[in-house]
């Protein structure tokens, strides 16, 4: 690899662990690597190798192909969205504090930046399903129809934050967090770089261009429950 080549090999290994949530020394861990070479990787002093890489792959998931060129997914097919039906909003108590936290906002609504939406206030149970929900994601409630069908009004849906705006995974759903209000969308590359484009599912919605730096946080979603609401 040249040195940009390696430069964005290395970008793309820093976005992996913001997506998993981990400080460097917790990633070092979980790929099985001394904590201070991984440091010496991501500071360019060591070349990136194929047994690095190898390492991220079998221990995290991650895609290969991802990593070496940014084409493709980050993670395997088997991390990506996966869709729950659920028979109403199925949370256990406020006192059980055990899986996935359900937070009482709608992430279609309002202007409150995320460390104000996230507080324990708002907690009004909790979804104990470890197979398909990361702990450490937040679950929310999305109203509106314009990503329908593939998140309707009344669903609930994971999400994460993302650490490094500059890194945003092209054509994945994001709920975007802006100056005057936040919506939920698939976020687009735009041709030009200082913007994105945000799509909607539902064809009766167009595209908005939007300036990059207009974004104040991003949260990525992981999970969608679509919530049977029949009787």
Same mark, same amino acid.
């Given at each position: ?12 290994? &820093?976005?992996? @662990? ?13 790929? #099985? /690597? ?7 990787? /991501?500071? #360019? *002093? ?14 995290? #998931? ?11 997914? +980050? ?8 869709? =729950?039906? @659920? $028979? #109403? ?11 996935? +936290? ?10 409150? $930046? ?15 399903? +470890?197979?398909?929900?990361?702990? =450490?994601?937040? /679950? ?8 329908? +069908? ?7 849906? =994971? ?22 209000? %936040? ?6 590359? *735009?041709?030009? &770089?200082?913007?994105?484009?945000? *799509?909607?599912?539902?064809? =009766? ?6 300036? %990059? ?12 429950? *679509? ?5």
């Amino acid at each position: 690899m040249d040195n940009t080549d390696t430069n964005t090999v290395i970008e793309r290994i &820093r976005y992996i @662990m913001s997506r998993l949530g981990v400080s460097q020394r917790e990633f070092a861990v979980r790929i #099985g /690597l001394d904590t201070s070479n991984l440091s010496k990787y /991501l500071n #360019g *002093h060591i070349p990136v190798s194929d047994a690095l890489l190898n390492r991220i792959v079998v221990n995290v #998931g991650a895609n290969k192909q991802w990593l070496t060129t940014g084409e493709g997914l +980050p993670f395997a097919a088997s991390t990506r969205i996966v869709t =729950a039906t @659920m $028979p #109403g909003i199925a949370v256990t108590d406020q006192t059980t504090g055990r899986g996935t +936290p359900v937070y009482d906002i709608d992430v279609t609504a309002g202007n409150a $930046p995320r460390a104000m939406l996230f507080t324990d206030d708002r907690i009004s149970g909790w979804v104990d399903m +470890p197979q398909l929900l990361d702990p =450490a994601s937040k /679950l929310v409630t999305v109203t509106g129809n314009s990503m329908a +069908p593939v998140i309707n009004s009344g669903d609930l849906i =994971a999400v994460r934050e993302v650490r490094d705006m500059s890194l945003i995974l092209w054509g994945e759903i994001y709920v975007v967090l802006l100056e005057d209000y %936040r919506m939920v969308k698939y976020v687009r590359r *735009h041709p030009d &770089r200082s913007m994105v484009i945000l *799509h909607s599912e539902n064809a =009766a919605y167009d595209d908005i261009e939007l300036q %990059r730096d207009a974004i104040r946080e991003l949260m990525l979603v992981q999970s969608i429950l *679509h919530v049977d609401r029949r009787n």
